[in-house]
């Protein structure tokens, strides 16, 4: 009796179970259904952004339009494939993988989203710059397109940011299918993405100040000559005056510094005032606006030049500018020809690189003095910014992009006064301030008396890291420089120098691993150095040897993960340098993943970044 009072009432809670099964597996399959359709609308919407990409770099901008369109359309349906879920949405996001899924496609949707509509934005107004109705428009007519723009730009930054923001979020999640993928696509594109559009909206902020879209603008245009050397380039030759307001731009003054120099006497330190390697100088010499790169930091160089000039009874600059002859050539190449009227030449993209080596290294021609022959570079300088000042159409972008990559190299620096403008460029690495990093570092440093032959100079770095358990460690390196030009070069073909290599952040000089320096010199930005005097003779080379002991090398991740990051700063304009890098891990710690190259040559700027294990 008691078992067949029992079975009424086991029977109607087993099927009220197994209908409770039913529905969560309804659930599930409806979910599973909806998000594999977010995933497949998001995977779509992610080619086409890829896509769109490339049409941009190739400035196929009608292409990049459709293809960004699909994008939108793509993450609208993930969009919505999400929110056809309804109340089962609430249901799912308690499941705890469902739950991981649905944030997922969310937080992609937005991003892709974001992406995607600024994305044609930029497009939309980049396109009035590359397909004018007008292309002879002259650059006056231009600024109104040109601040849209940028504040165009400006807003998709913010959008960019946005949606790294909402997949890093995603970082620990695990993503299934289509969806793991679309999130580890986009998390590596990103960077890419937020760098360039970090670029681009600095680039915009500093092309509107230099046109005088903001109002008049003034600005020092320097050129360096890395054929004597300089830490920041070369030996300042000339200079000259930008003038800008709403997009008329004037080239009102130009001439060799040592010329202004002689004609503005108060513009001027005197030696027992400059910096020492001036009172090395045998005579000891006055620091003038043609030496004021002094340091690796040209952001320093720039206020000291801005404040020569108005040292000098000049009127105060907006900024400075520098470039160094391989910008000149980028520039050359963009013009098509340029003709150099003191010298009777036309300068092209094939041959801009041999006059100006043929000029500078060259024996004397055309009744031209030693002198003279090098000034066809501070010629060339000239004739070419008197030829940008009249560019239109599309060679307004190539100019840009030329500029960008010596921007990037270090081959051009730009200074503003405008603390906005010098912050977006600041960021970039633009202004070629001594970056205040953490990890290893070196910046190389040469002040080359009284010698033209830089672009004979090689340099290799044998730079030797010993890290330990706790962090810190030592870093050594030795600089082998060779002078490839024989006697038969100058009359004066050695490389008697002044060299002041900056190291990490907090390092202390190891003197008894290291040559005994000339003198001590100030850290800059929390980089040490000191002074060492070097010469290679012709055909010959000499050594210098640094150690510095660093108490954090490491940046340390979690109790087992660590990170090593090493910057360096070769000598901007020259090539050929090589690093020879060995680094040495405490006993039982390993790389995670391939180790950095042992072997790298010095084309621009090094940024290194590897990770280390000590489980």
């Known amino acids: 009796m008691g078992r067949s009072l ?37 995977s779509a919407g992610r080619n086409d952004l890829l896509q769109a990409e490339h049409a941009m770099q190739k400035r196929d901008i009608p292409k990049a339009l459709r293809l960004l369109r699909s994008a939108d359309r793509h993450f609208h349906d993930m969009r919505a494939d999400l929110d056809a879920l309804g109340v089962i949405q609430a249901i799912g996001r308690r499941v705890p993988l469902l739950r991981v899924q649905i944030r997922g496609a969310d937080a992609l949707a937005a991003a892709g989203s974001g992406l995607s509509q600024a994305g044609i934005a930029v497009a939309i107004s980049s396109d009035r710059l590359i397909h004018p109705h007008n292309p002879d428009r002259p650059l006056s007519e231009a600024v109104g397109d040109l601040r849209d723009v940028g504040a165009t730009v400006t807003t998709a930054d913010a959008a960019v940011h946005a949606a790294q923001q909402r997949v890093d979020s995603l970082d620990g999640y695990r993503l299934l299918g289509p969806l793991g993928s679309a999130r580890s696509d986009m998390k590596n594109r990103l960077g890419a993405i937020v760098s360039r559009i970090d670029e681009l909206d600095g680039a915009m902020a500093l092309t509107l100040d230099v046109i005088g879209a903001n109002g008049p603008r003034r600005y020092l245009i320097l050129t360096q000559n890395p054929d004597e050397v300089r830490p920041t380039g070369g030996y300042i030759g000339t200079y000259g005056l930008l003038s800008a307001s709403g997009g008329h731009i004037e080239l009102l003054q130009y001439g060799a510094g040592g010329e202004w120099s002689l004609a503005h006497p108060r513009a001027a330190i005197p030696p027992k005032d400059a910096p020492f390697v001036f009172q090395y100088a045998t005579p000891p010499q006055q620091q003038t606006i043609s030496n004021v790169n002094t ?66 290294h060259g024996a004397p021609s055309r009744g031209k003095s030693d002198a003279q022959r090098k000034d066809f570079i501070a010629e060339l300088a000239h004739a070419v910014l008197a030829r940008m000042l009249k560019v239109h159409g599309d060679q307004w972008l190539d100019a840009a992009n030329a500029l960008r990559a010596g921007l990037g190299q270090r081959e051009a620096m730009v200074w503003s006064a405008d603390p906005h403008v010098q912050s977006a460029i600041a960021r970039l690495g633009w202004d070629g301030t001594l970056p205040a990093t953490t990890g290893d570092f070196y910046a190389d440093a040469e002040w080359e008396y009284a010698a033209k032959n830089g672009s004979g100079l090689l340099r290799t770095f044998d730079h030797t890291v010993t890290l330990r358990p706790d962090g810190s460690g030592s870093a050594t390196t030795v600089m082998t420089l060779r002078n490839t030009y024989d006697a038969k070069h100058y009359a004066n073909p050695d490389s008697l120098s002044y060299v002041t290599p900056y190291g990490p952040v907090g390092g202390v000089l190891d003197r008894s691993r290291s040559d005994e320096p000339l003198r001590n010199e100030p850290d800059m930005r929390g980089h040490p150095t000191a002074g060492w005097v070097r010469t290679a003779q012709p055909l010959g080379s000499t050594e210098l040897r640094v150690t510095w002991n660093v108490p954090e090398l490491l940046t340390q991740v979690d109790d087992h993960t660590w990170i090593y990051q090493l910057t360096w700063l070769p000598q901007p304009g020259h090539h050929g340098d090589v690093l020879d890098l060995d680094i040495q891990l405490p006993r039982g710690w390993h790389w995670v993943g391939p180790p950095p190259s042992g072997h790298i040559s010095l084309t621009g700027p090094l940024h290194l970044t590897a990770k280390i294990t000590s489980s």
């Open 295 to 360: 340091s690796p930091d040209f952001a320093a160089a720039a206020k000291l030049a801005a404040w020569f000039w108005q040292r000098g009874g000049e009127k105060p600059v907006n900024g400075v500018l520098s470039l160094e002859p391989s910008v000149l050539a980028r520039l050359v190449d963009v013009l098509g020809s340029v003709r150099v009227p003191a010298y009777h030449e036309t300068v092209t993209a094939a041959n801009v690189t041999q006059r100006m080596d043929y000029y500078t």
């Open 6 to 42: 029992s079975l009424p009432r086991l029977w109607p809670r087993r099927r009220l179970w197994q209908l409770v099964l039913a529905a969560v597996l309804l659930v599930l399959a409806y979910s599973a259904f909806r998000l594999i359709q977010a995933d497949l609308a998001g």
